[in-house]
């Protein structure tokens, strides 16, 4: 019975080295979402007169403005030399100063896009007396 039970032990080492070694489960893989977009950015339709339409999106983190308008994509950059906000590239120039917008080709002075916004009233105004 002594030499039976040496080799059924190591059987049974054997088998249940053997045994417990099923398939690993595939790493679970972590996907990192993509960041969310942190830029500050402002998105603006604006009609004029004529019932044109243009669309501009300013980005304010990374300086940069986009307008459609007839179809056509413009990348601005903004201009810090000019005032209020204006952006401008080599051919084009967009600017939104005192509620005036205009959108301009530079190398001819062609005014492609022009809104003048009416200002809010503000109420009557107060006058001190002395």
Same mark, same amino acid.
């Given at each position: 019975? &002594? $030499?039976?039970? *040496?080799?059924? @032990?190591? =059987?049974?080492?054997?088998?249940?080295?053997?045994?417990?070694?099923? +398939?690993?489960?595939?790493?679970?893989?972590?996907?990192?979402?993509?960041?969310?977009?942190?830029?500050?950015?402002?998105?603006?339709?604006?009609?004029?007169?004529?019932?044109?339409?243009?669309?501009?999106?300013?980005?304010?983190? &990374? $300086?940069?403005? *986009?307008?459609? @308008?007839? =179809?056509?994509?413009?990348?601005?950059?903004?201009?810090?030399?000019? +005032?209020?906000?204006?952006?401008?590239?080599?051919?084009?120039?967009?600017?939104?100063?005192?509620?005036?917008?205009?959108?301009?080709?530079?190398?001819?002075?062609?005014?492609?896009?022009?809104?003048?916004?009416?200002?809010?009233?503000?109420?009557?105004?107060?006058?001190?007396?002395?």
């Amino acid at each position: 019975m &002594k $030499n039976l039970l *040496t080799p059924i @032990l190591i =059987g049974l080492a054997v088998f249940s080295s053997t045994a417990c070694k099923h +398939p690993s489960k595939e790493a679970e893989s972590i996907t990192a979402s993509a960041p969310e977009n942190t830029d500050n950015i402002s998105k603006n339709v604006y009609v004029d007169s004529y019932g044109e339409k243009i669309e501009v999106t300013i980005n304010q983190t &990374k $300086n940069t403005a *986009t307008i459609h @308008l007839n =179809g056509k994509t413009y990348d601005l950059k903004k201009s810090d030399a000019l +005032p209020e906000y204006t952006a401008s590239n080599e051919e084009y120039q967009y600017s939104e100063i005192k509620g005036n917008i205009t959108f301009l080709k530079k190398n001819v002075d062609m005014v492609l896009f022009h809104l003048k916004q009416a200002k809010k009233e503000s109420g009557p105004a107060k006058m001190a007396s002395y």
